[in-house]
C-alpha cells in the first residue's frame, strides 16, 4: 500500500510565495519520478513541474522562473516552492508520483489535491 500524502497550500495575496509538500509512504523501492499537476476550475489538469530521482527537472512554461521542484529522496518527499504567484496559479495542485513497489511493479499514484488559492 503506497500513500502521497500532501501538506501546504492556501491563500495568498498577489506576488506572495507559497509552499507545497508531499511524502511517499508504504512499501517503495524507488521513485523514478515526481510530479506536480494543477486542476483549476472548469480546465483540464496540467504538469507544473517534474524531477527525476536523479535530478532532472522540468517546468511548465508558466511557472519557469518562479516555481521550483526538489526532491528528498531519502524521506521520498517532493517540494514545489512557489514564488511571485499570480491569480492564475489558482488552482488544486496534486502530487503524483511513479513509484516502483517491486522488481516489476511500477504505478502511477496521486495525491488527495490541496487548494493554492492567490487573491487580494
Known amino acids: 500500500q503506497v500513500e502521497l500524502v500532501e501538506s501546504g497550500g492556501g491563500l495568498v495575496q498577489p506576488g506572495g510565495s507559497l509552499g507545497l509538500s508531499c511524502a511517499a509512504s508504504g512499501d517503495i523501492l524507488t521513485i523514478p519520478a515526481m510530479r506536480w499537476y494543477r486542476q483549476a476550475t472548469g480546465k483540464q489538469r496540467e504538469l507544473v513541474a517534474a524531477?527525476?530521482?536523479?535530478?532532472?527537472?522540468d517546468y511548465a512554461d508558466s511557472v519557469k522562473g518562479r516555481f521550483t521542484i526538489s526532491r528528498d529522496n531519502a524521506e521520498n518527499t517532493v517540494y514545489l516552492q512557489m514564488n511571485s504567484l499570480k491569480f492564475e496559479d489558482t488552482a488544486v495542485y496534486y502530487c503524483n508520483a511513479l513509484i516502483a513497489t517491486g522488481l516489476t511493479s511500477i504505478t502511477t499514484y496521486w495525491g488527495q489535491g490541496t487548494q493554492v488559492t492567490v487573491s487580494s
Open positions: 524531477m527525476t530521482d536523479t535530478g532532472t527537472t
